[in-house]
């Protein structure tokens, strides 16, 4: 399990135009995205007493959640992810799921998925009878993101976040999306081993501190 550096930080409109300029003088916009733009839906998982989401409010060290993702809408890439955090470092494992795949978790037929051929989609298939994980609600958001090579490093710009509430519809086009509350601009700064002077020095902000925000619980509040 390849642990990261990750750091969080609320921006104010400003900073985000202080920051955005800094970075892209020295980063590369994610090659993915048009000019590292793009939108991001996500359906994460959680057991009937919120395991995970009690766990992030409560700031436990060890934690894992589950989401399904995709981007674009495009539903011929959708990625299964397992978030791990372990004081303070985090690993993502992923996987390819295909459409008819999601259809399946949504619909709670996932007998054959104890066989998957991937161990990522077997785990979620015996968390998902053992401990009663399900799919809890949509995030919605638009990113920016730039990679710097040197220490794998990836600075991304988060806003405009919504939420489906109780909505599980995650490629559903016409699935209602909601502001999720009075949500900041969200940056996260992820790298390796080492994190390069040139990229400190660009996205230092010398009265904010890292926080913990979450998309997930900031969605949570409202179903």
């Not at 996987?95 to 399946?104: F, I, K, S």
């Not at 051929?117 to 958001?141: C, D, I, Q, W």
């Not at 990679?147 to 939420?163: E, L, Y």
Request: glycine share 8%; proline share 4%.
């Amino acid at each position: 399990m390849k642990l990261r550096h990750e750091l969080k930080f609320e921006l104010s409109a400003g900073e985000l135009l202080i920051l955005r300029s800094r970075v892209a003088a020295v980063m590369h916009p994610d090659a993915h995205g048009d000019g590292g733009l793009y939108t991001v839906r996500s359906l994460y998982f959680d057991s009937a007493s919120d395991k995970a989401l009690r766990e992030k409010q409560n700031g436990i060290s060890r934690r894992e959640k589950f989401r399904i993702r995709c981007y674009n809408g495009d539903t011929d890439f959708i990625r299964l992810e397992k978030k791990t955090k372990l004081n303070g470092l985090g690993c993502k494992e992923s996987t390819r799921l295909t459409e008819t795949e999601v259809g399946q978790i949504l619909s709670g037929d996932i007998e054959t998925f104890s066989e998957h051929p991937s161990p990522l989609v077997r785990e979620l298939y015996v968390k998902m009878r053992v401990e009663g994980l399900m799919p809890k609600t949509l995030v919605e958001y638009t990113r920016e993101a730039y990679t710097f090579p040197a220490g794998n490093v990836r600075v991304t710009f988060d806003s405009d976040i919504r939420t489906g509430l109780r909505a599980t519809e995650l490629l559903d086009p016409e699935c209602i999306m909601l502001p999720a509350g009075d949500a900041p601009v969200l940056m996260e700064l992820k790298w390796d081993e080492y994190l390069p002077r040139i990229i400190e020095d660009a996205v230092r902000l010398p009265e904010r501190r890292a926080g913990a925000f979450s998309k997930y619980a900031q969605c949570r509040i409202y179903g």
